[in-house]
């Protein structure tokens, strides 16, 4: 039990806070109790998004997402969130500097991001031991809310992505023998990287060969080579969109032409956009699903095409959700307080959200059913 209602008993949680209490205390811009004139919880929540740089499109949806959550929120009345957000880039050190600047800000109640668990690996234990909430949207590493009790995510781990995605391919194609191929530069696609070769062992699928790549690397020619000349079945990818997309293209221009599977990182616009009919055959699981007979999912979709011009993907709606457990957590807290927002995140249960119903673990982790896609004719569909 790792997340249990922690108010007066942890004292390194309690002395920080005290610390960052002295300099200001933790309490939301405005009146001193925290509180908009009508009664409702006044709160900054910061944000670390990877809004520059290669990977920017995760960010960029995860932001436009939380900025839909917030108008909606702001709008009900309860609870009143500013948006203090930050870029990180994607970088480690970027999104340490962007955590130190909202936590040293007393108006700061707690924070959503950074957007890899490459970043959250150096924020996450830092919030904690500060004592600020930080919830992940699409941090989906092995090991992230175990970071500590103020580490939350409400993102689809790549450990219950995989394995069904790798489940639904097998049948489907009667699949025996695989190649792996992934980034060994980044804690995500590593950990995906573990749960692929778990889940092809536990299955009793045969790996032809695992071969790794850089972040950044534009030649796949050598991994794919070899990977092609082994004849598998599938190839299992754990890659960030941007690398990811390359990979399929070439593959294909080298006449690979077997399915691929990949996490959470592939199951992007970008892939499309980027790899356009080479994309074609990728499969994933994801916790979102936009076509799904849903009021809440079809308000959503269409406000967010209206005010964005595009559909949602798994980031633009996981962060929306995140902004809403957060408003919750927020007004069952009663006021912008670091630790009492820490308790009732803890404590958040059967919530109710445009990715399904969702409440967080004992160890502040998710419990979901993925639905499988594949990209045909240049569109993620679901996948039978
Ligand atoms: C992680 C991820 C990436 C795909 C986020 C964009 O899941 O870094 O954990």
């Given at each position: 039990m790792r997340k249990q209602l922690k108010k007066f008993a942890q004292f390194t949680a309690l002395s920080s806070l005290l610390v960052l209490s002295?300099?200001?205390?933790?309490?939301?811009?405005?009146?001193?109790?925290?509180?908009?004139?009508?009664?409702?919880?006044?709160?900054?929540?910061?944000?670390?998004?990877?809004?520059?740089?290669?990977?920017?499109?995760?960010?960029?949806?995860i932001t436009n997402g939380l900025k839909l959550a917030q108008e909606e929120i702001n709008g009900k009345g309860e609870v009143e969130i500013n948006l203090v957000i930050e870029d990180s880039a994607g970088k480690q050190d970027q999104a340490l500097t962007a955590a130190q600047k909202l936590m040293n800000s007393e108006n700061v109640t707690g924070i959503i991001g950074p957007t890899l668990s490459t970043e959250m690996n150096?924020?996450?234990?830092?919030?904690?031991?500060?004592?600020?909430?930080?919830?992940?949207?699409?941090?989906?590493?092995?090991?992230?809310?175990?970071?500590?009790?103020?580490?939350?995510?409400?993102?689809?781990?790549?450990?219950?992505?995989?394995?069904?995605?790798?489940?639904?391919?097998?049948?489907?194609?009667?699949?025996?023998?695989?190649?792996?191929?992934?980034?060994?530069?980044?804690?995500?696609?590593?950990?995906?990287?573990?749960?692929?070769?778990?889940?092809?062992?536990?299955k009793g699928l045969e790996i032809l060969t695992t071969e790794t790549f850089q972040k950044g690397q534009s030649d796949y020619n050598a991994q794919l080579t070899k990977i092609k000349g082994l004849k598998p079945d599938l190839i299992l990818a754990s890659a960030l969109y941007n690398e990811g997309a390359?990979?399929?293209?070439?593959?294909?221009?080298?006449?690979?032409?077997?399915?691929?599977?990949?996490?959470?990182?592939?199951?992007?616009?970008?892939?499309?956009?980027?790899?356009?009919?080479?994309?074609?055959?990728?499969?994933?699981?994801?916790?979102?699903?936009?076509?799904?007979?849903?009021?809440?999912?079809?308000?959503?979709?269409?406000?967010?095409?209206?005010?964005?011009?595009?559909?949602?993907?798994?980031?633009?709606?996981?962060?929306?959700?995140?902004l809403y457990i957060m408003a919750e957590a927020l007004t069952n807290a009663g006021e912008a307080d670091r630790d009492a927002l820490r308790d009732a995140l803890a404590e958040i249960k059967g919530f109710n959200g445009i990715l399904g119903e969702?409440?967080?673990?004992?160890?502040?982790?998710?419990?979901?059913?993925?639905?499988?896609?594949?990209?045909?004719?240049?569109?993620f569909k679901e996948f039978n």
């Amino acid at each position: 039990m790792r997340k249990q209602l922690k108010k007066f008993a942890q004292f390194t949680a309690l002395s920080s806070l005290l610390v960052l209490s002295a300099c200001g205390g933790n309490q939301a811009a405005g009146d001193e109790e925290g509180k908009s004139s009508g009664g409702a919880v006044k709160a900054d929540i910061g944000v670390i998004s990877y809004i520059s740089g290669p990977g920017a499109a995760y960010g960029e949806a995860i932001t436009n997402g939380l900025k839909l959550a917030q108008e909606e929120i702001n709008g009900k009345g309860e609870v009143e969130i500013n948006l203090v957000i930050e870029d990180s880039a994607g970088k480690q050190d970027q999104a340490l500097t962007a955590a130190q600047k909202l936590m040293n800000s007393e108006n700061v109640t707690g924070i959503i991001g950074p957007t890899l668990s490459t970043e959250m690996n150096v924020v996450g234990p830092e919030a904690d031991l500060n004592g600020v909430p930080i919830m992940g949207t699409s941090t989906t590493a092995e090991g992230i809310p175990q970071i500590g009790d103020y580490v939350f995510r409400n993102s689809l781990p790549e450990a219950l992505a995989i394995p069904a995605a790798i489940d639904k391919a097998i049948e489907k194609y009667d699949a025996k023998k695989v190649a792996i191929l992934y980034g060994n530069d980044d804690v995500f696609t590593k950990s995906g990287f573990d749960t692929m070769k778990k889940a092809a062992e536990e299955k009793g699928l045969e790996i032809l060969t695992t071969e790794t790549f850089q972040k950044g690397q534009s030649d796949y020619n050598a991994q794919l080579t070899k990977i092609k000349g082994l004849k598998p079945d599938l190839i299992l990818a754990s890659a960030l969109y941007n690398e990811g997309a390359v990979i399929m293209d070439q593959a294909r221009k080298m006449g690979i032409d077997v399915p691929f599977v990949g996490g959470n990182g592939f199951n992007s616009p970008e892939v499309i956009n980027i790899a356009g009919d080479a994309a074609n055959g990728l499969i994933v699981a994801t916790p979102w699903y936009g076509e799904k007979e849903d009021d809440k999912v079809k308000e959503f979709v269409s406000k967010y095409e209206k005010e964005y011009g595009k559909k949602p993907d798994q980031f633009a709606a996981q962060a929306y959700d995140a902004l809403y457990i957060m408003a919750e957590a927020l007004t069952n807290a009663g006021e912008a307080d670091r630790d009492a927002l820490r308790d009732a995140l803890a404590e958040i249960k059967g919530f109710n959200g445009i990715l399904g119903e969702f409440s967080f673990d004992e160890e502040g982790d998710v419990v979901m059913d993925p639905t499988v896609l594949v990209i045909e004719g240049g569109a993620f569909k679901e996948f039978n």
